[in-house]
């Protein structure tokens, strides 16, 4: 089966092939070093750590770095109002993001490059751009000259003389034309800064990726992601530059993923609509948390809310609990031979066609489900052993593409998926009928059971304590 991938390049499916070889280098832009993660951080970070195991699987050797950003307004906000260094800030949320992103089992990149660590590249970026004619110094600062490419807006697929059209005219009269961006700018009282040719100052935000990543990826490399909402300008102002400094192609397949949403806005710090990944792990389970991510395409919108979180929970409850059953059916199975190994063979086969079509997660995972099923009815029937262990093997790759089993043991919460559907029912029943001992009674003894159940406005949520 062939690879393909949606490139933002194209706006079109194309077939995956690498630039040499087997090798793919792989770069996503990181977070801003200065809070806890959230969960927009969480859905780009489980995303790409699915595409990069499953570029492994299909045999590529994949280099997978990611970048922390420090260098950053926010950040430089942060220290200056904890009166701490800028190291030592960064130091803290990166250490916090590994933790969230392990919990969320995702797998370590190979390379992480810190911003702040890489100055020297950075400055010699920038003079090389000058040099070229690409860019220009102004008072203290240096500015890169959209109007000296030839190309412009071939990622947004925003025509530069249109922008320009409709652009304001400059505040800032260091600039020559209204759509150059900064490449380095001055100090302002109490950042850090370092020193260069032309100020002491620090650098702009997108000089930073595009020396990162052609340091530990080359002059051209195959895929570069993030989330959409960096297409525009960050993305394309990379892509200028990078060229600019190299001549060659910079990236061969640029993949997006979807915004994580709160109603209608963008989760962001900024809005304040954000829940951060520790906060929603104390109520949730991990496995539950990363399923929910990957259960709708990694291109498109995913809403955050408590009644999608439950779905998912109960979802892959049902799947875990065909595993427990198939793990538990195991110790006592005979040996002989049926046609359930070809059956689990074929959903295997499924859930490769499901990736192989630009990484569908949410279809890989619909046909784990009714392999599920398949699997309850195959157990209920009197299964064989090499049936079953054809099946643990469906569910093991399953497993190292998803992550959102446990192939040993499963957990209360999954084997109680089921059951607390039923009660739940019963109770959501009672509380229609106006009969609220009985809700009360129900809820009252699932506390002492250890169940803590819940009424929200986005209906009942348990957990175990």
Known sequence: MTLRVHNTMTGQMEEFSPLEGNKVGMYVCGINTYDDSHMGHAKSAVTFDVIRRYLVRKGYQVTYVINFT??????????????IPLEQLTEKYIGEYHRDMGALGVKRADIYPVASHHMKEIIQAIQKLIDKGFAYESGGEVYFDVMAVAEFGKLSHRKRDE???GARIAVDERKRGPLDFVLWKNKKEGEPFWESPWSEGRPGWHIECSVMSMKYLGESFEVHG???ELVFPHHENEIMQSEALSGKPFVKYWLHGGLMNVGSEKMSKSLNNFFTIKDVLKEYDPLVVRFFLLNTHYRKPIDF?????AEAAQALGRMQNALDSAIAALKTAPEGTDDFAEKAAEAIRKFDGAMDEDFNTRDAIASAFDFSK??????ESGPTRSGLEAAMEAFRVYDGILSVFRLEKGTQEHMLAPLMDIIIDIRQKARADRDFRLADEIRDKLKALGIVLEDSADGPRWKVL
Do not use: P
Request: proline share 0%; glycine share 10%; charged share 30%.
């Open 70 to 83: 420090d260098i950053e307004d926010h950040c430089i906000e942060r220290t200056i109002k904890l009166g």
């Open 163 to 165: 922008m320009l059209a």
């Open 374 to 379: 398949e699997l309850n009815k195959y157990i």
């Open 305 to 309: 809310n408590q009644k999608a979180l």
């Open 226 to 228: 993030g989330g959409t």
